[in-house]
């Protein structure tokens, strides 16, 4: 697919010189315009010319206003990266919305590398240029342009351009070793980055192939590319939410909740013994996680009141501070809001051997959002992929994750918010909202039971808790989590 | 110093029940009131009780609402530490105004631990404990409210609790190898912890020793103490910025800009060869930093249209886009202005061989924050001594630092302002507010000479750039930051 951009397309001096001006000046002003929209720009430059995809780069900075560019080159080998799910680094370096965010190479090259030293084969290269196409689509999903550019030379400018360096040390010096090694093996790398490139070629993330050997054809080209479809995007009405998908049949709903046993529960000196018995065993496994570099990810979410904070009291009191977080989810910084919605999570991710636990966590886009409309049905309803994927990359990574819902009935609810009311210091913890909540019991239900089919699997799975008692509770998310990591220990 | 407190403090259980509930009220209502607050909060937890460190943490989770609690424990030996300086670890971990930051050790535990493994002897340890002061009195005038508890433990009690742990298994579990460690060498230990406690010991951030021993008394007294200074200083009139020091003495005035040689320039011919010489050399040396891990921060100041941009573009041009990233200064984001204003800069410094180029930098607070008034005087004065100790821990780590003044006369900056304005891509850089910071340049003058005078060093040197002529202006620079670099590597 390469081959019909070899085609010597070239740009006379007085043609580029004559272009240059206008084009900056709108680029300059479709930047501005930009600045001030709730959405954000990827410009993705990667290919097989590394001088030209630098010198494009270049370019951009020269051409536009720098201070609002935000430009990453990923590397690897750099210790996040295998710390973290490999797209933990692409998450990170988002722009925000009103942004232009430069990545060189960005998520492609680390493919097609892995794949050229044999570290992967084809499927794991397709699996990879899966998650690719996924990450790409849930952000052109939230508003998101993205421009992808390849810079190919054919093989034969290439040695050209390296002979020619020899020659001239005004040129040779900005050739390097990798250069050469390129040209060597030229005829592997090839098959593989047009793999990559055709894969993921979609309508969300199209790719602009340039023929990259005349410099100011590269960069006229590269340039008004990028003005055409960020022109094309600012004029084009804000983009109204998708027609949301069909609601999911209701035939499908299982009623998981309802099945579970709520009656439940632990005189005090069983849960007594059987906590100790639990906290020893929890406080081995997770030095044992420590030293082995298992990390490990909880999840909970559950009925307002159903004692989320003390479940977690009692796991953190078994373990060494310096080997967990606890995150708990507030109301998202202007930060968070000016990217998609997965950002804030993402950057919580642990490091290799800790744990992270989050009270409350994504899946309120799929619960409180969805219920309480502050999330678009077609938002809400591809949340399970983007979900669905987000955790798949947390258990290829190689970590623990389980999810818990703790249950409770409205009437053990309602004796809990009362209780609430007459304990001054735990007021603060009900709200007029709690009550407003209680009504739409039965669509928090229908939410639940949806969420847990679809993001519920055995890799990732979710346990639901009779929480009634919370004695119970306890014991029984300390020995889920006591289990799953001495299964992986 | 810490015999003091080894006077077995008791409280009993009834005691502790009756004053825990208020509390816990009175905590919950103080933390929602600093929530709109202007400032942020530190507890620094630290001790010999390791234990009662831990759990003095876990019962201010349950005390107040964990979801605004930042809590941060510091590990020793995880990478970034050893690829940034010492303290980037802590600025990172800063809370933002109206939340409370918990740190686990902070800032303390490193400096310990490392004059105990006699890595570092006792100069080094209390040159640490300078900047520890400055730390915390950075942060205390930028309106941090710091705390710092020391839960202390004799050594009879350690023993005493370790042999009780061995006989009971209910509360063996919770006990580490490390706890005996520290009993074992509590007595070298003792004298290094108390040097360190006394020498950070200062009005911007008292200590508070707790004595451990009883788990009641030692979680009342930690609670209420915090309570009071946060209510202290929740009630207190909103801080007025203290009076401006005396502004620095005129005399010592000694203009380095008017001595700056404004005629030299470089014909075209001569500027091609010596720049394409420059741009050679500066590419074998950044290949070369890279491979021994030698670290650059480059800093970019100037007056406006003194061509900052240009000269960058020909740095990076000589680099490889991997080990460079320029960062353009531009208004902060909201997320920024919640705390000191160092923060944004500390975030961005290079990892191990990597170099990081400011397109302005933390300069502005003593140049056009001082000038156009944005800054109080209290702000911008005592700027200098932030940016000297931050601009030290840069260097100490081994890291390169220029900074450089590219210098123009209001001549060429008239010339060069009319020239933008009739090149219609350049229009975007010229405002009104160009125009009237031009009618400032005397104040602006007197900005940057105090400016060189204080923040100059031999470690940290100003280099002014006669810039009237850019390719005189960009040569020198190139020059420059390869004599800079070669001399280290």
Redesign the interface.
Known sequence: MFEPVEIGSKVSKDEFEAAV??L??D???AQ?ELHERPFSVIVLVAGDDRLG??EA??VL???M?????D?H?F?QG??DRIERPWFWQHWQGLP?HGQIGVH?GGWIYHAIARRLRGVIDDDELDRRLAHIRRFEELLAADGTLILKFWMHLSRKDHRKRLEEAEED??KG??M?DRDWKLVEHYREILPIAERTVRETDTPAARWHLIESADRRHRHLTFGRTILEALTARLEAPEPTPELAAAPASPAEQTDVLASVDLTAELPYEEYRKRR?KR??QL??ATRAARDEGLSTVLVFEGWDAAGK?GVI?RL??AM???DY??V???AP???ELAHHYLWRFWRHLP?LGRMVIF?RSWYGRVLVERVEEYAHPSQWQRGYTEINDFEQQIVEHGTVLLKFWLHIDPDEQERRFKQREV???K??KITDDDYRNRSRWAEYTAAVDEMVRRTGSTQAPWKIIAANDKRWARVEVLKTVCKALEKRL
Do not use: C, F
């Not at 206003?65 to 560019?69: E, N, W």
């Open positions: 001006d206008p900056r000046l680029l300059i002003n501005y995809v630098e780069v270049d900075h020269e051409w206003d720098a201070r609002y560019l430009t080159v590397r750099v210790e925000r060189m040390p005004d010096w900005r390097e100790n906290q020893v406080s081995k904070g009291r953190t009191h060494s501070a310096a977080r606890v708990p989810i507030a910084t202007e930060e490091r009270d304990t001054p210091y007021k603060y």
